[in-house]
């Protein structure tokens, strides 16, 4: 009688693991889980240049960030806090405070997770055909909304930036003709790692 009892309670067990099991998967995807991402200076600093260390100093204070690698030629790998934001405008202006002319480059982002990216400089009446783009392209941008004038949330998964605008936003709203050899940063009025909100 125990081992029938004992059988009964195991079966019982595994068809609960089997059930519950997808719906945690289920919801992980739709958690915060962000990973390391790398952002770009415009100019690149040699590893002896003082202000490297500071940069290091100065980006570890934002709330946002749990911690970030030394200047890296123009790169700096950044790791975010879970469930926090973080906005080129808070990374420009952590740069800004150790020298006033080191600055980001915007459009150099490999996106992954929870992104919001606010675009300006176009005719936000195309906002619902671009909506219609991005979510067209596939698994590199998922569930996005547009949440705002010129605002949009998506899941992104190793989404640059850079060919987002020069091929999809550009395209979309400017037609065929549009010009990708121009600073594509002109159309970015922020951006923010983390979060489904209009900034």
Known sequence: MPRVIFRVLLAVCVAAVCVLAPMTSSAQTGEDLPRDMHIYLKA????????????????????????SGNVYGNRIELTRVPGQTVSDQQIQTALHSVDSTVYLDVVKIEMWGLWVVKFKNYDQSKDGQLLEAFRGIGSAMENVELVAPGVFSFKAGNQDLKPLIQRTFGVTVFGNGFDRDQDPAKFIDTWVWGGTTAP
Do not use: N, Q, T
Not at 44 to 67: N, T, Y
């Open 44 to 67: 690149p600093m040699r590893p002896s240049d003082e202000r490297v260390a500071k940069i290091k100093v100065a980006l570890d204070s934002l709330a946002g960030i749990s911690e």
